[in-house]
T-cell receptor, first 116, second 111 residues
Framework: NAGVTQTPKFRVLKTGQSMTLLCAQD?????MYWYRQDPGMGLRLIHY???????AKGEVPDGYNVSRLKKQNFLLGLESAAPSQTSVYFC???????????????FGPGTRLTVL | SQKIEQNSEALNIQEGKTATLTCNYT??????LQWYRQDPGRGPVFLLL?????KEKRKERLKVTFDTTLKQSLFHITASQPADSATYLC??????????FGAGTRLFVKA
């Protein structure tokens, strides 16, 4: 099993450009998440999904959109990139536990995004 | 405001010693607390989970304690090895689908 994979690994954008980050998991997990990690700060939740076709906002959703058209994929979009979105982005997934995501999260390797 | 604090300064210890990392939180009532390991350039990897009604959890050389009165968790690595050098993240699960992560503590184990 590949686990959680992310595409691309690195990307440089100019302010105002758009892009989509792709996350894929082959563990048949119901829950998927997008985080950003900045120096000196913990992982911050951007958006999450509890199943195919459903998404919800996390702690820092502004400037991002997501879609979960297929259970195994979770896409993160930046419509108009800003320098403040320079960060490392991690996707994660976890099992369905009935009421909450208390089980461990499986993380992808991350995407390092720089916005100039 | 809600806060999770982990030592921002790196912890340097000698091989064979016990490393102890601290996670303090305020204004949360977590149901669960998790610890993850993160190596440079990689995503976090889950290590241990402890529930609010558990005082202590062990896994091989790892031990986690959870004191809901002190609002603190301690993470111990016994007989530490250079391969244990990494950043360790604590994470609170308060319910629902949101996990709150600390910024992590870097551990360096010298041979």
């Amino acid at each position: 099993n590949a686990g959680v994979t992310q595409t691309p690994k690195f990307r440089v954008l100019k302010t105002g450009q758009s892009m989509t980050l792709l996350c894929a998991q082959d563990m048949n997990h119901e829950y998927m998440y997008w985080y950003r990690q900045d120096p000196g700060m913990g992982l911050r939740l951007i958006h999450y999904s509890v199943g195919e076709g459903t998404t919800a906002k996390g702690e820092v959703p502004d400037g991002y959109n997501v879609s979960r058209l297929k259970k195994q994929n979770f896409l993160l979009g930046l419509e108009s990139a800003a320098p403040s979105q320079t960060s490392v982005y991690f996707c994660a997934s976890s099992y369905y536990t009935g009421t909450s995501s208390v089980d461990e999260q499986f993380f992808g390797p991350g995407t390092r995004l720089t916005v100039l | 405001s809600q806060k999770i604090e982990q030592n921002s300064e790196a912890l340097n210890i000698q091989e064979g010693k016990t490393a102890t990392l601290t996670c303090n939180y305020t204004n949360y009532s977590p149901a669960y607390l998790q610890w993850y390991r993160q190596d440079p350039g990689r995503g976090p990897v889950f290590l241990l989970l402890i529930r609010e009604n558990e005082k202590e959890k062990r896994k091989e050389r790892l031990k986690v304690t959870f004191d809901t009165t002190l609002k603190q968790s301690l993470f111990h690595i016994t007989a530490s090895q250079p391969a244990d050098s990494a950043t360790y993240l604590c994470a609170l699960v308060t319910g629902g689908f949101k996990t709150i992560f600390g910024a992590g503590t870097r551990l360096f184990v010298k041979a």
